[in-house]
């Protein structure tokens, strides 16, 4: 059993950064590939992006890449969201998300956080 709790969201003009924090409890986080998604009010929950259990594979959107990076530390049972020249269109709920295997589908995972709000003005 994994529990997760995002934290690091918040408001940010565009261009902007921010940094998404998912933290873990339970001993076998290292076990786990993480994944980040996001849902925006009326929309499907969609990915975003996700990273292997070594960090060794990551997967992104179109949506994002060159903009966002995915990274974990599992001595310190984190996987982090790094959010670089962020859009309107990127605000959302973001969830972090802990399954057996990298995937892109929601479906494949198996733990989720309880979200975090980031919002970008325009």
């Known amino acids: 059993q994994v529990q997760l709790v995002e934290s690091g969201g918040g408001l940010v003009q565009a261009g902007g950064s921010l940094r998404l924090s998912c933290a873990a409890s339970g001993r076998t986080f290292s076990s786990y590939a993480m994944g980040w998604f996001r849902q925006a009010p009326g929309k499907e929950r969609e990915f975003v992006a996700a990273i292997s259990w070594s960090g060794g594979s990551t997967y992104y959107a179109d949506s994002v890449k060159g903009r966002f990076t995915i990274s974990r530390d599992n001595a310190k049972n984190t996987v982090y969201l790094h959010m670089n020249s962020l859009k309107p269109e990127d605000t959302a709920v973001y969830y972090c998300?802990?399954?057996?295997?990298?995937?892109?589908?929601?479906?494949?995972?198996?733990?989720w956080g309880q979200g975090t709000q980031v919002t970008v003005s325009s």
């Open positions: 998300a802990g399954g057996y295997t990298i995937a892109r589908q929601p479906y494949e995972y198996d733990y």
